[in-house]
């Protein structure tokens, strides 16, 4: 979580918890948002920051000779991006359900039917990778639109944002004045974000 500016050290002692990785990856996360924040658009602002948290964190191994665990990392990396296109599909169908006009008896039936299939596709790569994400205590409570939202919050724009790095040939000061000048612009800030897991 951020403190916005308020404090000039972005970490707070409720961080410092967790292993180097994380407390790494935090720094990264709440710099980039001192960076750049936009009030009241947070899907904006939480994607550019994991965008910067994955960005930066891959770097800092790299820069520290930290190969294999590069590679651990990178390959979370792609499991986290399996499960967040799980909870991406289960919204789309909540979405198209939403818009069909169903009896609500029918459409509650339907809706928890979703999300528990939801829960069990990510359960089941989980087990599949031997991985622990965190997501089973929302699914052992039983998911819902909240939880699936909050979860779009912090990665649907980060597709574009990859793109608008990859665009800058991957250098970060021409990737954070490009993402300036769309952070002024309400329509920039959404074409960005169209580019997402959830509709692409």
């Known amino acids: 979580y951020s403190t916005l500016g308020h404090f ?3 970490v707070l002692n409720t961080m410092l918890r967790y292993g180097d990785l994380d407390l790494v990856g935090t720094i990264f996360h709440e710099l980039a948002h001192q960076l750049i924040y936009v009030p009241g658009d947070s899907e ?3 994607s550019f920051a994991m965008t910067v948290q994955a960005e930066g964190l891959a770097r800092w191994l790299a820069a520290r000779g930290r190969s294999g665990e590069l590679q651990r990392y ?6 986290d991006r399996a499960i967040i296109q ?3 599909d289960g919204r789309s169908q909540l979405k198209r359900l939403y818009a ?3 009896p609500r ?3 509650l039936t ?4 979703i999300l528990a299939q939801t829960g069990a596709r990510v359960l089941a790569l989980e087990r599949q990778w031997h ?3 965190g997501y089973d205590q929302w699914i052992a409570a039983g998911l819902n639109n909240a939880d699936l939202a909050s979860v779009g919050t912090y990665s649907d724009c980060v597709p574009g944002f990859e793109r608008l790095l990859a665009r800058n040939g991957g250098e970060l000061p021409l990737f954070y004045a490009a993402v300036r000048r769309i952070s002024r612009d309400r329509s920039a800030r959404r074409a960005l974000c169209a580019l997402c897991v959830l509709d692409g």
């Open 8 to 10: 000039a050290d972005p």
């Open 44 to 46: 904006f602002d939480e």
């Open 74 to 79: 990178l390959t979370g990396q792609r499991q």
């Open 86 to 88: 799980v909870f991406a």
């Open 100 to 102: 069909s006009g169903v």
């Open 105 to 107: 008896e029918q459409m």
């Open 110 to 113: 339907r809706k928890h039917a």
């Open 131 to 133: 991985v622990h994400t």
